[in-house]
């Protein structure tokens, strides 16, 4: 009876460590685990969606699942065979639907668990190997990451209209987003990004705070704007340019007027980037005075915020 080269055993040995130390929570060696099985995971996907950013796309989603789900595993010397089972499921659903599927909807990928998708996301964002690699982005495609894998904003068209930029530098940044989060998945032990949970919740409290406050039509929301915007601040609803702060203020105030009201949905942040997400609740008597919900899309630097770009979505959210 033949034996196993040792160098393959010591692979699988270490494979097993890793995937060990997953299940206990170590997102660090998850990481790693799933670094040394990319060439294997992007094949799968490969083989049932060709090549394109389909395929690449449906790793992706893969990793942010493996995120929430590897704690389920049972059996963790199949750690290998789960992942790429994850990578079928997500590429099977693509082929299936042909669209833009939402972050929000991987949850369906896979069976079991009670987790929903906003854990789901909640723990991918917040992952310091994940943040780090959104980090070293340029803003510009950084803002089209954390759009795509961290909102409901995610279809190809939307990103464009919120970054103002054509449907085909969307699809070169997402593939630029995608190598800097393999890179990431490399070297992830000797450069992590700190403070990932703690960024990602302070802005969600700043987003529910701000819609607090404009629901209250007093002064604290022009107050919050004024403290927070730089003066020359340039905002664009739609892609057409509404104005500076004044302008802004001037939009909600209307808004009230009108009997719409805003709910706060979610929030995502990386370095310099802030996204918004706001549901909008029209007056019975005028239904349709507003779309179902909007994006607000963030530059900040030096923490006063210097563009925002803001967009409607005509989709109801799920």
């Known amino acids: 009876m033949s034996r196993a080269p040792s160098y393959a055993v010591e692979v699988m040995v270490q494979d097993l460590e890793l995937a060990c130390a997953a299940q206990a ?10 670094s040394q099985h990319m060439a294997g995971l ?105 759009l795509r894998y961290f909102t409901a904003f995610s279809s190809y068209a939307q990103i464009a209209e919120l970054c103002g930029v054509p449907i085909s530098t969307v699809r070169k940044g997402l593939w630029g987003g995608r190598q800097a989060l393999e890179r990431a998945l490399r070297t992830t032990t000797e450069a992590a990004y700190a403070g990932g949970a703690a960024a990602a919740e302070a802005t969600r409290s700043e987003a529910r705070a701000t819609v607090e406050a404009i629901l209250r039509a007093d002064d604290e929301f022009e107050r919050m704007v004024h403290d927070r915007f730089d003066p020359a601040a340039l905002i664009s609803v739609s892609g057409n340019r509404l104005g500076g702060p004044a302008a802004m203020i001037d939009l909600f105030c209307r808004m009230l007027t009108a009997d719409v009201r805003l709910r706060y949905r979610d929030a995502s942040a990386s370095s310099g ?26 530059r900040v630097d030096d923490g006063r915020v210097r563009t925002l770009r803001l967009s409607y979505r005509h989709v109801e959210l799920s």
Not at 25 to 34: F, K, N, P, S, T
Not at 275 to 282: A, K, Y
């Open 273 to 298: 980037i802030m996204v918004w997400e706001t549901e909008f609740i029209n007056p019975p008597h005028d239904p349709d005075h507003c779309p179902p919900a909007m994006a607000w899309l963030f």
């Open 42 to 146: 992007r094949a799968v996907a490969i083989a049932i969606l060709g090549y394109g950013d389909e395929a690449d796309d449906a790793v992706q989603d893969a990793i942010l699942i493996a995120l929430s789900k590897f704690s389920q595993l049972r059996d963790v010397s199949a750690a290998d065979a789960w992942l790429r089972a994850v990578v079928r499921n997500a590429s099977r659903r693509r082929l299936l639907a042909r669209r833009t599927i939402p972050v929000a909807d991987m949850t369906e990928f896979v069976t079991g668990g009670e987790l929903g998708p906003d854990k789901i996301m909640e723990r991918a964002e917040t992952a310091d190997w994940v943040q780090h690699a959104v980090a070293t982005l340029p803003i510009p495609i950084r803002e089209m990451v954390v």
């Open 25 to 34: 929570g170590d997102q660090d060696a998850l990481a790693v685990l799933i």
